[in-house]
């Protein structure tokens, strides 16, 4: 897998129209912005009156607006078929996670009735799949050793619709860097039908 | 006099920020697409880092590395963005429903990168793209988002491991 080409392919449907005139608009807003300054600074009563009449004509175009049509996170899994061993929940050890710290969240996940399997995924196991999935782009495993890569619990639900609860409840021991939930909404699975 | 002279230097300042823009633009257009995955937003965000930056030009134009600087700008525009939405909430476009069967591998492996992509934290979204789009080397990329040079490691690190985790196994095959 080579990152940079993948990269490459997702700008492919850059727009070709020509591009916007930067810098100009950027000056222009910079521009309007120092007059603005000096119409206030030198606001004596009529240039104020005066002032009112043109600050909206002057107002900066609003630049910085989030389109409305940002949805909320999606899942790759749930988008293309997933392998049978897709994981429901990575939960994240901190680095400096203790033995006990460990065996803790080991047993909550193991009792919690909303799991299914919990397979614990060491730093030399995460190197092991990490180097195996990048071997074509050994320039990308050069540079990260076993040690910068976190431990992790990978569990399997038997319960779909706990996945938020069991989730919240990892995320707060004590222990655990951070959980990343990868259950599908419901309707959006498509591990089946793929 | 004076005035002449005021008004040559601005054109001359004028001009020199617009080879700045009209060399640059293009690819931080391209890197702010990366960062939001919908090119409506990133021209906003490229128009508004160039406004920032023309506002403070006469301070920085000297500076060494003016394309670091505008990345800078940039990702603390996107930051922004981001934390003026609800906290949980993740600033990310929703993408073309591309991966379909039929689609090329290579339509369906990128757009299941940008998904995954999404997934991660922002800082980690701009680690990855700073380090493996525009190829910066881990200084670089310290130096823009304000982070050690040990936290753009291991988070690069994490994020890659992250990446491959949301990819799941079937991307490993392809």
Redesign the interface.
């Known amino acids: ?1 080579d ?2 080409l ?2 490459e ?7 070709s129209a020509a ?2 005139d ?6 222009a ?2 521009r309007r ?1 120092r007059r603005r300054r000096t119409i206030v600074v030198g606001g004596t009563g009529a240039a104020v009156i005066a002032a009112l009449g043109v600050a909206n004509l002057l107002a900066p175009t609003p ?5 409305a ?9 749930c ?5 049978d ?3 429901d929940l ?1 939960v ?1 050890l901190t ?1 400096d996670v203790t033995d006990r710290q460990r065996a803790a969240v080991n047993e909550l996940l193991q009792h919690d009735p909303a799991a299914g399997t919990v397979r614990y995924e060491s730093r030399d196991q ?1 190197y092991a ?2 180097k ?3 071997s074509d782009a050994p320039a ?1 495993v050069t ?2 050793d076993a040690s ?3 431990e ?1 619990f990978r569990v399997k639900l038997v319960d779909g619709a706990q996945a938020d609860r069991v989730a919240n409840k990892a995320k707060n021991a004590p222990g655990v860097d951070d959980v ?1 939930n ?1 259950r599908c909404p419901d309707g959006a699975d498509v591990t089946a039908a793929g | 006099m004076t005035a002449r002279w005021g008004a040559a230097r601005r054109q001359a300042r ?1 001009a020199e ?2 080879a ?3 060399a640059t ?2 690819k931080l ?2 890197t702010a ?2 960062m939001c995955r ?4 990133a ?2 965000l ?3 880092t ?2 920032k ?3 403070s ?1 006469g301070r920085i134009r000297h500076a060494a590395n003016l394309e670091a600087y505008s990345r800078k700008v940039l990702m603390n ?1 996107l930051f922004d ?1 981001r934390n ?2 609800s906290a949980g ?9 591309h ?1 379909q069967s039929g689609q090329s591998d ?11 992509l ?2 991660l934290p922002v800082r980690d979204q701009a680690i ?2 700073l380090r ?2 525009e ?1 910066l080397s881990v200084e670089t990329v310290a130096g823009i988002l304000g982070v050690s040079v040990s936290v753009v ?2 988070q ?3 994020a ?3 990446l ?9 095959r ?1």
């Open positions: 897998m990152l940079r993948l990269f392919q997702a700008l492919a449907d850059e727009p591009p916007a930067f810098a100009g608009r950027a000056m807003i910079g912005q630049v910085e607006t989030v389109p049509r940002f949805a909320s996170l999606v899942n790759p899994l988008e293309s078929p997933a392998g061993t897709a994981t990575s994240f680095a995460a799949q990490f195996a999935l990048f990308l540079g990260v910068e890569l976190p992790s990343i990868s | 004028e920020f617009t700045f823009v009209e633009a293009p257009r391209r697409y990366l919908d090119w409506h937003f021209q906003d490229t128009q508004t160039f406004a930056m023309y506002a030009w525009v963005q003026r939405r909430e993740m600033v990310l476009a929703e993408l073309p429903d991966a290579a339509v369906e492996n990128h757009v299941a990168l940008m998904r995954a999404a997934t990855v793209v493996h789009w190829d490691k291991t690069n690190a994490r890659l491991s992250r491959r985790s949301a990819l799941g196994e079937d991307f490993a392809t």
